[in-house]
């Protein structure tokens, strides 16, 4: 399974401005790769991968949840805490790609010193 986010013409954004992400525990998945362009587990399926709940399920069991998160500094020196994500299901094996494109603006992630 990989994750890609995609600025507003649809070039690649780097997953790291991402800053406090937790990649390591992010999925039920293991031999993660972080690049530049993408972050690629390898997963069992289906996902969820039980009916019981673990970190990975967004409240009820059937679904997983994503988040991934990011933190800075705004103006006045207040810090800004952001989050998004993807509540899915997936039931079949495959070569699965969730894309993020952003479509009319990219979250400010850098801080405002």
Known sequence: MTF???DTLFRPLN???FNT???ANLVHGFDMQKTDTYVKYNVAYP???TNTPT???AGSTTTAAVRFTYSRIGFGGARINSVFG???AIFDPGDWEIVFAFKTDVPKTSDDI
């Open 86 to 88: 993807l509540n899915f």
């Open 55 to 57: 970190k990975y399920t």
């Open 47 to 49: 996902i969820p991968l």
């Open 4 to 6: 890609r986010f995609l």
């Open 21 to 23: 992400t937790d990649w």
């Open 15 to 17: 997953p790291s401005i």
